[in-house]
């Protein structure tokens, strides 16, 4: 949508948002005035966000635990209810140089956010979708990590099997059917990769937990963001595969963590 340059003051912002539908526009608004150079480049970012424009895409960032994390279109949008995965994370963390690694990393936001919080650790990412990758590589460089493309574990180096103490996991969890009922912000401008957990929404999720295990320091836990409704399911998943499983949530945040711990014995059973 074209926006004439001359009309954008503050009130004709906010108005056209509010046009558009945007519940907060006000502080939409205020965002986009203090991130534009100039009144064309203002039009041009009103232009796209009435256009459906995720907001963090307009401005090439997203706030997530009080950091700027670089957001490029086309890359999953960080949530605000996966502040409760970082906290989770950071309260796991053992003292020291943590080894942390960030599955699914998308722009990279959760695993550096960990580590920024610890003020330390040896931080590691991973997705399949280049576009977030190259993303990622900026905002866990700064964190002093290094970001791997492919599929979960594939291009991890092996040099930490058996060394990873904390591994978050913020795998799509979408059933396909449900992706329709998606906000258009996400299901038209956010990769389906990102999205689509398959049939149930737990198939990325049962690949991470099967695979863990030999990934994980004794003691090391696995974190995974997911629904209420899917939690009783992705604590049997871990069972399953040797981790002693516990859900948290949050409710202010909407936001439910399953969170599998490896036991640092073996158990003997008879």
Request: include cysteine.
């Amino acid at each position: 949508m074209l926006v004439p340059s001359l009309t954008l003051s503050r009130s004709a912002v906010v108005t056209t948002l509010r046009g558009a539908g945007c519940v907060f526009a006000e502080d939409e608004a205020d965002l986009l005035l203090s991130a534009a150079r100039d009144p064309a480049e203002l039009a041009d970012m009103v232009g796209r966000r009435v256009s459906g424009l995720p907001l963090e895409h307009v401005l090439g960032w997203a706030e997530f635990c009080g950091m700027r994390v670089s957001v490029d279109p086309g890359v999953f949008v960080p949530r605000r209810r996966t502040e409760f995965l970082v906290a989770q994370a950071v309260r796991l963390a053992p003292p020291g140089d943590a080894v942390v690694v960030d599955l699914c990393c998308g722009s990279g936001a959760v695993g550096a956010a960990v580590v920024a919080t610890l003020g330390r650790g040896e931080l590691h990412a991973a997705d399949i979708e280049p576009a977030a990758v190259g993303c990622a590589r900026r905002n866990v460089a700064a964190a002093g990590g290094q970001v791997y493309e492919g599929d979960l574990y594939e291009p991890l180096p092996a040099a930490l099997t058996g060394r990873i103490d904390v591994l978050v996991v913020n795998a799509p969890y979408v059933p396909t059917g449900q992706i329709g009922l998606l906000p258009p912000e996400a299901r038209d401008h956010e990769p389906l990769v990102a999205l689509d957990g398959g049939p149930d929404g737990l198939g990325v999720q049962r690949r991470v937990t099967a695979g863990a295990g030999q990934w994980l320091a004794p003691g090391g836990a696995l974190l995974i963001e997911t629904s209420e409704r899917q939690a009783p399911f992705t604590s049997a998943a871990f069972a399953r595969h040797g981790l002693d499983p516990r859900v948290v949530v949050c409710e202010d945040l909407d936001a439910t963590v399953v969170v599998g711990t490896k036991p640092r014995r073996p158990s003997c059973n008879p």
